[in-house]
């Protein structure tokens, strides 16, 4: 079953949502507050599990080639 994901996408701060592994992974807005958007994600929908997910080093590695950019910031993600 799909949940809706627009009450978390209209949190500040939350770039995008996703169904991923069972479950859904919310990208931030780059300098979002993890903290802070973990609180809004709880308070918004109800979640059994949410953990903070860093990007790989992998990740970083390609958003800094495929941007070209070398100060290129990965945003931070959340899984729930």
Do not use: N, W
Not at 45 to 63: D, G
Not at 68 to 76: E, H, K, L, N, T
């Amino acid at each position: 079953q799909r949940a809706d994901i627009g009450a978390v996408l209209a949190l500040p701060g939350v770039e995008r949502c996703a169904a991923a592994e069972g479950g859904y992974e919310v990208g931030l807005r780059e300098g979002a507050d993890p903290a802070r958007v973990m609180q809004s994600v709880l308070a918004a929908v109800p979640v059994a599990r949410i953990e903070l997910k860093r990007p790989t080093l992998e990740v970083v590695f390609v958003s800094i080639v495929a941007d070209g950019d070398r100060s290129a910031a990965v945003p931070g993600e959340l899984a729930a």
